[in-house]
């Protein structure tokens, strides 16, 4: 059933479904419970929070980068239904304000070899049953103008992007055949290289593209795909910007100025990007925003991994008995990780990288792309998708205006989207 609209001037529609989806009814947005972000109770404060939520909820709000389909696929995970565990499902969703949604298809190389690409089509059937399921609040978006509709209709819409060029398997036909199905955009590459493209993982390598990398990004032009450079190696994004005729983007990454690790792209890169009409999507991952936390996550990751590894192999043969193994293990490790999560840095270092990118490359170049589902560990009050609108109330304080503020929470991601798949 179709939802029914009410014509509210100045707001967003937001949908509201009884729990078997049989029917939906649009309220405004303004209507939506906004999360506390930490501030006192004074009544300037709380009329700065007002303010930032009505902006909030007007804004068309676009998350570049998550990896929820995981939890879909691997743990039976409704997105219809509101979850303690995760940090998105179409309920937060709503209600922290998210219109537009980037869902990565992600194949581990190692874990899957073999079964890469029988693991991208589960991930492919993952997604598509949730879409059927709830057709009534999310749509699969190949265009701006459809993602654009579907916002309007009180909906969620869903961009799909592969995460790691390895999933094409070295085969351009794959690689139509993945927009085929609704693909429009790819990392080139993960934490590892792969035979055509380094990986800022694997840095000391200094790899960039081969012959085959550069005929991907041509493919990629032609086909209308977005040249997504999160997790590249410096000389992978040097190669791609020489080859790439169209504007390419970072999902996912942070300022390796601010927090000096292979993973977050140096400023010389950016401005590179930026310079073509790209955009950098801030990652909400403390290890990429703050250095020094990275570090003491490192050493606690160094000091499980013995671990881990002789449970991977001795259970190897025995994957739903591994799982459980696994999961008490990083739940050992997150009780080890308490003392310094509980003075772990807080959302405003998100937008202490917004600052440094909107400096460095102007209002146009910069959004958001959470990686939520798929790293470990946020800062405090950026839990999950439904603290997003913090990130609004913090760049108002800061100054930014409402054009500015529209223009980071996703109408820079829809302008260079519009540019490169239409």
Same mark, same amino acid.
């Given at each position: ?34 999360? !506390? ?114 916002? !309007? ?86 190669? !791609? ?28 890169? !950016? ?152």
């Amino acid at each position: 059933m179709e939802p029914t609209f009410f014509p509210i001037t100045g707001y967003k529609p937001v949908l509201i479904s009884f729990p078997n989806h049989a029917s939906a009814i649009v309220l405004p947005m303004s209507q939506k419970r906004m999360p !506390a972000c930490g501030k006192a109770g004074g009544e300037d404060d709380a009329n700065e929070m007002n303010t930032a939520s009505a902006l909030h909820q007007d804004a068309l709000v676009f998350d570049a980068h998550s990896d929820t389909l995981l939890r879909v696929a691997d743990k039976n995970y409704q997105l219809a239904d509101r979850h303690t565990e995760g940090d998105m499902d179409l309920p937060r969703m709503r209600e922290g304000g998210l219109d537009v949604a980037g869902l990565a298809i992600f194949v581990h190389p190692r874990k899957h070899e073999g079964r890469i690409r029988e693991r991208t089509l589960q991930l492919f059937q993952a997604l598509e049953r949730q879409l059927d399921l709830n057709s009534d609040l999310m749509t699969l978006a190949r265009t701006t103008a459809e993602a654009e509709t579907i916002v !309007a209709k009180g909906k969620i819409a869903i961009f799909v992007g592969l995460e790691a060029g390895d999933a094409i398997q070295d085969s351009l036909d794959l690689l139509r055949e993945y927009y085929e199905r609704g693909v429009r955009y790819m990392t080139l590459t993960w934490i590892n290289s792969n035979n055509w493209a380094g990986s800022s993982g694997e840095s000391e390598k200094k790899q960039g593209m081969t012959d085959f990398g550069f005929k991907v990004v041509e493919e990629m032009n032609r086909l209308g795909m977005m040249v997504d450079l999160s997790h590249a190696s410096d000389e992978t994004v040097r190669d !791609a910007l020489r080859v790439s005729a169209q504007p390419m983007i970072l999902s996912h990454s942070c300022s390796r100025s601010l927090c000096n690790i292979p993973r977050n792209i140096p400023d010389d890169l !950016a401005q590179a990007i930026a310079e073509r009409g790209g955009v950098v999507g801030v990652n909400y991952c403390l290890d990429y925003l703050d250095a020094s936390f990275g570090e003491r996550i490192k050493a606690l990751r160094d000091q499980f991994a013995p671990r881990e590894k002789e449970l991977r192999e001795h259970y190897k043969d025995e994957p739903e008995v591994l799982q459980q193994h696994l999961e008490a293990l990083r739940t050992e490790r997150k009780q080890a990780a308490a003392c310094f999560l509980a003075a772990r840095s807080d959302y405003r270092i998100v937008v202490d990288h917004i600052d440094h990118f909107v400096r460095l490359l102007g209002i146009d170049h910069v959004g958001l792309g959470s990686d939520f589902d798929g790293v470990e560990y946020f800062p405090s009050g950026l839990e999950d998708v439904t603290k997003l609108p913090c990130l609004t109330e913090e760049m108002q304080a800061r100054g930014y205006d409402e054009v500015a503020i529209r223009k980071i929470l996703g109408g820079n991601f829809m302008r260079v989207f519009r540019k490169v798949i239409g």
